[in-house]
């Protein structure tokens, strides 16, 4: 009898190893093999999680060390220009999570702050060492630059050229972060500027590397304000929002605008119009986000903006995410007292699993500047 349950188990596990072996040859990707970007599996349950949990399983697996892959990113890559991704059997949880997102509201005003509590606030130190010294958290700008420090100043001074920006304006700053951006637009631009976060510590960091410029930096929803600028901007926050809550953000941003003021959004995007948050990136890294559509954006922007300038530089992302990754490792000796072994392969995870999906251009990087119709037109900066 023990012989026979110990066959059978071991027929179920060659069935599951069976079928992830025939999804991954489809990418190029061998169990154990030689290249880089194949998966070494340390653990043979790891075939039966991953097809019953997909993504969550992906990830919650490599994180408790039962799988590695030398290079991630080109995993990842691998993985969705073969389109796996959409091979995969939706779970019930899956679809439950995207019932719960149509049919409830995940970025209301009290679930907002969610994500700035899990992750915006993860420590200052870490971010500190893994970003540039504006701690931009957003694409940089590679055009013209050689490492990130200028990949990061280039697209500040991309975004302040697109806003068109002169001294004595006023300039409102949606999801400001660290205050990257407004130190760069007060100290060179000689504007004034607002800046909101629903994240403490960056609040309590940007407050002090502004001190002394014309910068107020306010921990406050999008939804509560009221005050008009000459110039609007909101870098990398967009994603937060939802798309229950999109035409209440762009209603937000009409409201605060002066009428021949400009506006710049800078957000990832997706593809497809659809409820598309990774369940893994939705539990451990941004909890109720959301990456909006052209369509999305299209529809909650029309009734009161024109769209002046559509920019994608979506490739950039992957190197972005990659110098970010390269930097977090090299400094992983100074921030390992604070975070766990866990952590550590948790947020590698993250960084090279987005390096790949920019890559494969599964998903992109779009700045879209908006007017209420300029006479004449506006030239944008590239």
């Known amino acids: 009898m023990a012989n026979e349950c110990t066959v059978d188990v071991i027929s179920k596990q060659s069935h599951w190893l069976r079928i992830v072996q025939e999804q991954l040859s489809q990418a190029g990707i061998v169990i154990n093999g030689l290249n880089p970007w194949d998966i070494r599996v340390h653990d043979k349950r790891f075939f039966k999680r991953v097809l019953q949990q997909g993504s969550l399983g992906l990830g919650e697996s490599y994180m408790e060390g039962w799988w590695d892959c030398k290079r991630l990113d080109i995993f990842f890559e691998k993985l969705l220009r073969a389109g796996l991704d959409e091979q995969c059997p939706s779970r ?98 000689g504007v004034k500027v607002d800046g909101i976060t629903i994240s403490a510590e960056q609040k309590a960091y940007a407050e002090t590397c ?38 209440t953000y762009f209603e937000a941003v009409n409201r605060c605008l002066q009428p021949d003021g400009l506006f710049l959004l800078h957000t990832i995007g997706s593809n497809q119009t659809r409820h598309n948050v990774d369940a893994w990136i939705n539990k451990y890294i941004f909890p109720n986000g959301s990456l ?91």
Request: charged letters at 20%; aromatic letters at 14%.
């Open 92 to 189: 019930l949880s899956d679809l439950a999570r995207i019932a719960f997102a149509r049919i409830t509201n995940p970025q209301s005003r009290r679930r907002a702050w969610q994500v700035g509590e899990v992750h915006y606030d993860l420590g200052n130190d870490l971010f500190s060492h893994m970003l540039d010294p504006y701690m931009q958290y957003s694409c940089g700008y590679w055009k013209d630059a050689e490492d990130l420090c200028e990949a990061q100043q280039n697209k500040l001074a991309l975004i302040c050229e697109k806003l068109q920006l002169e001294p004595g304006m006023t300039m409102l700053d949606i999801g400001c972060g660290w205050g990257g951006l407004a130190l760069y637009a007060a100290k060179h631009y």
């Open 292 to 382: 909006p559509s052209i369509k999305h954006i299209a529809n909650a922007s029309e009734s009161d903006f024109v769209m002046e300038d559509w920019h994608n530089f979506g490739a950039d992302y992957d190197k972005t995410l990659m110098a970010w990754h390269a930097r977090f490792n090299e400094a992983w000796p100074q921030l390992s007292d604070n975070y766990t072994k866990e952590f550590h392969r948790m947020f590698n995870y993250y960084l090279t699993a987005c390096a790949g999906a920019f890559r494969a251009r599964d998903i992109q990087l779009w700045q879209i500047l908006f007017s209420r119709g300029v006479t004449g037109g506006l030239r944008v900066a590239r």
């Open 210 to 247: 502004c001190s002394g410029m014309n910068i107020q930096i306010l921990l406050e929803d999008y939804r509560n304000l009221h005050k008009q600028y000459d110039r609007i901007v909101s870098v990398g926050m967009f994603e937060h929002v939802g798309p229950k809550n999109y035409a």
